[in-house]
């Protein structure tokens, strides 16, 4: 197996409060460094609650974001982020909401050109043929290509938002919580058309999600993510089902399953730490009902509990 | 483009601005080839002539020139420089502020702050300053106005690029490989146009009597120029004894001023997409009630029981029928959930309950709702505000849109106390207080004086509750209460209101897209399609063996976790449009067992097996009676 993509120690840092002049009031880490490999042709599932990360994460894999730390490596090469045509041609973004990342004042035929000839200085005709098939692989009738935006449904416009991330002919897509503005029974349908259009392009996606079910249902490999950090890494199939990491078993037993009684996984009076003012050590301690004095004192890594397949950062993991 | 000239000719005085500016543009431009007498010639003989007289329409002036041909010289002159004032500042204006606004940052503080400085200026002291600094002039006082109206549209303009610059499609148009200047081209200018129209449109009156007023103190257009600044300034002298002279051109700056902005009110009324939306038109305080024949007898013992609900929005020609004939009920102590997808009508049964659906464009066409048996649809507006709140509470899907942002927390939830219960302030202060300890807000004393801001999403959501429990309500309904929730909070969330429920004999509406969520709050569940209510029954048997089509294939679209990796079924097409619903059975398009008699005609919530469904052809419980 080959690697589409490693992310090395990539890591951000937002200031907060910033000043005209001299240094910012003060620092939140958004993401801490983080050290991935996705190999090719695998979907690799990124979930997290709000505010642990993922967006950022995502935006800075895609060259929208400058990383304050760390590199991205795309089949080996590093990606450079400083022109937008070359870093296009190698990894592409799927917006979460449909409607809004389309201009609301052009066509789609506008819409989807830009790529081609942006990125690959396709003639017209060309340009022609390509859209064609690419609409013709995301089933979406082509008399679409004449109208604007807004004439479309959420599933619809997300499958021109896809179409327009194939026309770059990326071989990694970056899929940003792609079906959670979408309605249940349209859900399905854009998920099944991404599985499709994998087997057919040979793409490589970076799936991230805050529903635990669906990242379940599409990915091979699944990377928890809490505060900024990864917290567990390991195959979809394991990861909720025996997790490592308390955070991860908080996450799958919080989620609402039909046949399991309601009950509260923790305390109800649980707050989420302050990004500003975080815990020392492990992030998840003043949440976690095994946290010893070691939590405290150290920051776990990835590498601390291993099982066959699966990575935890965490002193105590499940598996003890 | 046909669009906005209706929308522009239904508010009548811009219309009545329209024809006037139109003919004064005309007269303007057709200036040159009318029958006047050359506007500079001076005849001493003549001077003073008044209004009316032989061979001199409106009189002359100081130096016996004819007024007339003055006043339309100078209406076409005072035209030009304001128009093309305007056009500079808009043009400059609009690139300071895209640049600005698109970089943002440090280049947006840098520019900013110069364009700042230019306002600090009264601007009549600026462009006095100007003037003396580039000479008295027409064109100088040209630059003059330009250049103070400036930062007015720089600053407009920035305010809505920061906005589109961080939109999505933006993004999207830098990974199609873009550079900065295509994207401010292509992407952003197009969305910012509308809005340097309309700061054009209100401004350029504005500027016109600034150029007058320049020209007035002697410093726009120089004598023997006519410009309708200077005639007035020229006529000030003679102002007493010859009034006639200042009187028309006051007019004429009157008129245009006049025009401009009746007709710039109306450009922007039209353009801006808020009040396009009717956002200016309050909605009634109540649901309008239009219902055609008697509401029906609960058939059912409840709370609150809806019967035949009908609710429909009416836009222009078209009737959506959003709610068509829902009948629910719920007990105390029990918990209902109404399952659907967008559009399905759910959110609009529950507001219909209390009248709190906007009208216009919302009417309740039909059936009854009773708390109590009291009967609530038609019910007096004391009444209903009476009930709203106090008996039947609701709590909203984004707590953050429902608080008010500029009070603290515990003020909102005071208000909401004393509103119905005649309570001073210390002790509504103390119920808040146990309120939110019974919502299980950590800190409930310091937290009481915190803004909405200052709250995490579950800790806002937490006192949306509160604020729904602060009178001891029957009936709670709560539509998509945890669905903008992480999974964690949402589970303390659930678990918080199912302990209320428990103790306090609550009745809960809850509507949600969650079956997970149903498994684990409702006692019984009702599924709601095109307006409809297409399945009822208990959650386990809906949940078990459902019968319609629709909600089995519904709950095979949703990955449930710990199923493993798979395909998931799908659902083809979409729903169809209230506005346009077909015969018979609504789902019949994307049903894989229609029948030719589903499109046939009425089809009844019937029951069907242990429960209620609307179909003709339910699915089977194939498992179960086989083994049986």
């Given at each position: 197996?080959?690697?589409?993509?490693?992310?090395?120690?990539?890591?951000?840092?937002?200031?907060?409060?910033?000043?005209?002049?001299?240094?910012?009031?003060?620092?939140?880490?958004?993401?801490?460094?983080?050290?991935?490999?996705?190999?090719?042709?695998?979907?690799?599932?990124i979930?997290?609650?709000s505010?642990?990360?993922?967006?950022?994460?995502a935006?800075?894999?895609?060259?929208?974001?400058?990383?304050?730390?760390?590199?991205?490596?795309?089949?080996?090469?590093?990606?450079?982020?400083?022109?937008?045509?070359?870093?296009?041609?190698?990894?592409?973004?799927?917006?979460?909401?449909?409607?809004s990342?389309?201009?609301?004042?052009?066509?789609?035929?506008?819409?989807?050109?830009?790529?081609?000839?942006?990125?690959?200085?396709?003639?017209?005709?060309?340009?022609?043929?390509?859209?064609?098939?690419?609409?013709?692989?995301?089933n979406?009738?082509?008399?679409f290509?004449?109208?604007?935006?807004?004439?479309f449904?959420?599933?619809?416009?997300?499958?021109?938002?896809?179409?327009?991330?194939?026309?770059?002919?990326?071989?990694?897509?970056?899929?940003?919580?792609?079906?959670?503005?979408?309605?249940?029974?349209?859900?399905?349908q854009?998920?099944?058309?991404?599985?499709?259009?994998?087997?057919?392009?040979?793409?490589?996606?970076?799936?991230?999600?805050?529903?635990?079910?669906?990242?379940e249902?599409?990915?091979?490999r699944?990377?928890?993510?809490?505060?900024?950090?990864?917290?567990?890494?390991?195959?979809?199939?394991?990861?909720?089902?025996?997790?490592?990491?308390?955070?991860?078993?908080?996450?799958?037993?919080?989620?609402?399953v039909?046949?399991?009684?309601?009950?509260?996984?923790?305390?109800?009076?649980?707050?989420l730490?302050?990004?500003?003012?975080?815990?020392?050590?492990c992030?998840?301690?003043?949440?976690?009902?095994?946290?010893?004095?070691?939590?405290?004192?150290?920051?776990?890594?990835?590498?601390?509990?291993?099982?066959?397949?699966?990575?935890?950062?965490?002193?105590h993991?499940?598996?003890? | 483009?046909?669009?906005?000239?209706?929308?522009?000719?239904?508010?009548?005085?811009?219309?009545?601005?329209?024809?006037?500016?139109?003919?004064?543009?005309?007269?303007?431009?057709?200036?040159?080839w009318?029958?006047l007498?050359?506007?500079?010639?001076?005849?001493?003989?003549?001077?003073?002539?008044?209004?009316?007289?032989?061979?001199?329409?409106?009189g002359?002036?100081?130096?016996?020139?004819d007024?007339?041909?003055?006043?339309l010289?100078?209406?076409?002159?005072?035209?030009?420089?304001?128009?093309?004032?305007?056009?500079?500042?808009?043009?400059?204006?609009?690139?300071i502020?895209?640049?600005?606004?698109?970089?943002?940052?440090?280049?947006d503080?840098?520019?900013?702050?110069?364009?700042?400085?230019?306002?600090?200026?009264?601007?009549?002291?600026?462009?006095?300053?100007?003037?003396?600094?580039?000479?008295?002039?027409?064109?100088?006082?040209?630059?003059a106005?330009?250049?103070?109206?400036i930062?007015?549209?720089?600053?407009?303009?920035?305010g809505?690029?920061?906005?589109?610059?961080?939109?999505?499609?933006?993004?999207?148009?830098?990974?199609?490989?873009?550079?900065?200047?295509?994207?401010?081209?292509?992407?952003?200018?197009?969305?910012?146009?509308?809005?340097?129209?309309i700061?054009?449109?209100t401004?350029?009156?504005?500027?016109?009597?600034?150029?007058?007023g320049l020209?007035?103190?002697?410093?726009?257009?120089?004598?023997p120029?006519?410009?309708?600044?200077?005639?007035?300034?020229?006529?000030?002298s003679?102002?007493?004894?010859?009034?006639?002279?200042?009187?028309?051109?006051?007019?004429?700056?009157?008129?245009?001023v006049?025009?401009?902005?009746?007709?710039?009110?109306?450009?922007?009324?039209?353009?801006?997409?808020?009040?396009?939306?009717?956002?200016?038109?309050?909605?009634?305080?109540?649901?309008?009630?239009?219902?055609?024949?008697?509401?029906?007898?609960?058939?059912?013992?409840?709370?609150?029981?809806?019967?035949?609900?009908?609710?429909?929005?009416h836009?222009?020609?078209?009737?959506?029928?959003?709610?068509n004939?829902?009948?629910?009920?719920?007990?105390?102590?029990?918990?209902?959930?109404?399952?659907?997808?967008?559009?399905?009508g759910?959110?609009?049964?529950?507001?219909?309950?209390?009248?709190?659906?906007?009208?216009?464009p919302?009417?309740?066409?039909?059936?009854?709702?009773q708390?109590?048996?009291?009967?609530?649809?038609?019910?007096?507006?004391?009444?209903?505000?009476q009930l709203?709140?106090?008996?039947?509470?609701y709590?909203?899907?984004?707590?953050?849109?429902?608080?008010h942002?500029?009070?603290?927390?515990?003020?909102?939830?005071?208000?909401?106390?004393?509103?119905?219960?005649?309570?001073?302030?210390?002790?509504?202060?103390?119920?808040?207080l146990?309120?939110?300890?019974?919502?299980?807000?950590?800190?409930?004393?310091?937290?009481?004086?915190?803004?909405?801001?200052?709250?995490?999403?579950?800790?806002?959501?937490?006192?949306?509750?509160?604020?729904?429990l602060?009178?001891?309500?029957?009936?709670?309904?709560?539509?998509?209460?945890?669905?903008?929730?992480?999974?964690?909070?949402?589970?303390?969330i659930?678990?918080?209101?199912?302990?209320?429920?428990?103790?306090?004999?609550?009745?809960?509406?809850?509507i949600?897209?969650?079956?997970?969520?149903?498994?684990?709050?409702?006692?019984?569940?009702?599924?709601?399609?095109?307006?409809?209510?297409?399945?009822?029954?208990?959650?386990?048997?809906?949940?078990?063996?459902?019968?319609?089509?629709y909600?089995?294939?519904?709950?095979?679209?949703?990955?449930?976790l710990?199923?493993?990796r798979?395909?998931?079924?799908?659902?083809p097409?979409?729903?169809?449009?209230?506005?346009?619903?077909?015969?018979?059975?609504?789902?019949?398009?994307?049903?894989?067992?229609?029948?030719?008699?589903?499109?046939?005609?009425?089809i009844?919530?019937?029951?069907?097996?242990?429960?209620?469904?609307?179909?003709?052809?339910?699915?089977?419980?194939?498992?179960?009676?086989?083994?049986?």
């Open positions: 197996m080959t690697l589409a993509l490693r992310l090395v120690d990539l890591a951000k840092t937002f200031p907060v409060g910033k000043r005209l002049f001299g240094k910012p009031k003060g620092k939140v880490r958004a993401v801490h460094p983080v050290t991935l490999d996705v190999e090719r042709g695998e979907t690799l599932g979930v997290g609650e505010g642990c990360g993922k967006s950022t994460l935006r800075m894999l895609v060259g929208l974001l400058e990383p304050t730390q760390g590199h991205v490596e795309i089949e080996g090469a590093a990606l450079d982020t400083a022109d937008p045509a070359l870093f296009g041609k190698r990894i592409q973004y799927v917006f979460q909401d449909p409607i990342s389309l201009n609301p004042r052009k066509t789609i035929r506008q819409i989807m050109e830009a790529p081609l000839r942006r990125l690959h200085g396709m003639k017209a005709t060309e340009r022609q043929a390509r859209i064609r098939e690419i609409f013709d692989s995301v979406l009738r082509e008399e290509l004449d109208r604007y935006p807004h004439e449904s959420g599933g619809q416009a997300q499958r021109i938002g896809i179409a327009r991330a194939l026309a770059a002919q990326a071989s990694i897509l970056v899929l940003d919580e792609p079906v959670s503005a979408l309605d249940v029974s349209v859900q399905a854009v998920l099944n058309l991404l599985a499709d259009l994998k087997g057919e392009y040979g793409l490589t996606y970076l799936f991230i999600s805050h529903d635990l079910a669906v990242v249902a599409v990915c091979d699944i990377a928890v993510l809490y505060f900024g950090a990864v917290v567990e890494l390991g195959r979809a199939e394991d990861v909720f089902r025996a997790p490592l990491h308390p955070y991860t078993r908080l996450l799958a037993e919080s989620a609402p039909v046949g399991r009684p309601l009950t509260a996984p923790e305390a109800k009076e649980t707050e730490p302050d990004p500003l003012n975080p815990p020392s050590g992030a998840f301690r003043t949440r976690c009902p095994r946290a010893t004095e070691r939590c405290a004192a150290e920051v776990p890594t990835l590498e601390t509990a291993k099982s066959n397949h699966q990575k935890a950062a965490c002193f993991p499940l598996s003890d | 483009m046909r669009r906005f000239l209706a929308l522009l000719a239904r508010n009548r005085l811009a219309l009545l601005g329209l024809v006037v500016m139109g003919l004064v543009v005309l007269l303007a431009l057709v200036t040159p009318l029958p007498k050359p506007p500079n010639v001076t005849n001493t003989s003549d001077k003073f002539l008044p209004p009316f007289s032989e061979g001199a329409l409106l002359t002036d100081h130096l016996g020139r007024l007339l041909s003055r006043l010289w100078g209406t076409r002159l005072s035209l030009a420089v304001g128009f093309a004032a305007a056009a500079i500042a808009a043009t400059l204006g609009a690139a502020g895209v640049v600005a606004g698109y970089y943002g940052g440090r280049v503080n840098v520019v900013m702050r110069g364009v700042d400085m230019l306002m600090a200026f009264p601007y009549i002291l600026l462009a006095l300053a100007i003037v003396a600094a580039l000479g008295p002039g027409l064109f100088n006082a040209l630059i106005v330009a250049a103070v109206n930062p007015f549209f720089a600053r407009n303009i920035r809505v690029t920061v906005g589109i610059a961080h939109k999505e499609f933006v993004d999207a148009a830098r990974l199609s490989g873009l550079s900065d200047a295509r994207i401010i081209v292509s992407e952003v200018l197009p969305n910012v146009v509308p809005v340097i129209v700061a054009m449109s401004t350029v009156g504005w500027m016109i009597l600034e150029t007058a020209s007035f103190l002697g410093l726009g257009s120089q004598p120029q006519a410009d309708l600044g200077s005639m007035l300034g020229e006529a000030r003679a102002h007493i004894t010859q009034p006639h002279t200042s009187v028309v051109p006051g007019v004429m700056i009157l008129i245009i006049m025009a401009i902005n009746l007709l710039g009110d109306g450009v922007r009324d039209a353009l801006d997409p808020r009040l396009r939306s009717g956002a200016l038109s309050r909605p009634m305080a109540a649901t309008q009630v239009a219902r055609d024949h008697v509401p029906p007898e609960p058939r059912a013992e409840g709370v609150l029981t809806l019967t035949d609900l009908e609710t429909q929005f836009v222009g020609k078209r009737t959506f029928r959003a709610v004939g829902v009948s629910l009920h719920v007990a105390p102590g029990e918990c209902l959930g109404l399952i659907g997808e967008s559009g399905s759910k959110s609009v049964t529950a507001l219909s309950v209390m009248g709190l659906v906007a009208s216009p919302g009417v309740i066409t039909g059936g009854s709702a708390y109590k048996g009291q009967e609530l649809i038609g019910a007096r507006y004391g009444k209903l505000r709203r709140g106090d008996r039947v509470s709590i909203f899907q984004d707590p953050l849109a429902t608080l942002p500029l009070y603290k927390v515990g003020d909102q939830l005071i208000e909401a106390i004393r509103v119905h219960h005649p309570v001073g302030r210390r002790a509504a202060r103390e119920r808040a146990g309120l939110l300890r019974d919502v299980r807000i950590p800190n409930p004393e310091s937290r009481i004086d915190a803004y909405p801001h200052e709250m995490s999403g579950g800790m806002r959501q937490r006192v949306g509750i509160a604020m729904a602060a009178n001891d309500p029957d009936v709670i309904i709560a539509d998509e209460p945890t669905t903008a929730l992480d999974v964690t909070v949402q589970a303390q659930l678990s918080v209101l199912s302990d209320l429920r428990r103790e306090r004999g609550l009745a809960i509406v809850f949600t897209h969650d079956f997970g969520v149903v498994a684990q709050l409702c006692d019984r569940a009702a599924v709601m399609y095109a307006g409809r209510i297409v399945e009822q029954g208990t959650t386990e048997q809906i949940l078990n063996h459902p019968r319609h089509p909600t089995a294939l519904l709950m095979k679209c949703v990955p449930e710990g199923a493993g798979r395909r998931l079924e799908a659902i097409g979409l729903p169809p449009a209230v506005d346009r619903l077909p015969e018979g059975c609504a789902f019949a398009d994307r049903c894989p067992k229609v029948q030719p008699d589903c499109r046939a005609g009425e009844v919530l019937r029951q069907v097996g242990d429960h209620a469904a609307r179909c003709l052809h339910p699915v089977e419980r194939a498992r179960e009676e086989a083994a049986q």
